[in-house]
């Protein structure tokens, strides 16, 4: 991570501290986690690939959250239900079908 936030500020970015690139990755690993888990009903799970793969990218986020220590962004989770909910009523609403 260090050598990535080197790069950032070798190549322009300012004003964006080491600590900060932290807590924006740690906050991302949630909304990854909120991505893939808002998404689980549309997705084909009915080929054992399918299965494999969704196995294996939950497994690698589950231990991507807990090394990154993201206890208390995920203890906020249930105060983005609502935000969650307004989200799928976006996408059946407006979506193209």
Known sequence: MKLYHQRLVKYGVSDY???QLIKD???NLVVI?????NSMDELDK???RSKAVLDV???RLD???ID???VNLL???PYMIPFLKLSAWFRSTFSRK
């Open 68 to 70: 990154w220590k993201t």
């Open 25 to 27: 990755y740690q906050l």
């Open 17 to 19: 501290s080491f600590k």
């Open 33 to 37: 986690l909120l991505m893939f888990s």
């Open 57 to 59: 990218m939950y497994k």
């Open 75 to 77: 203890r906020l989770l």
């Open 63 to 65: 231990a991507a959250l």
């Open 46 to 48: 009915s080929e054992e």
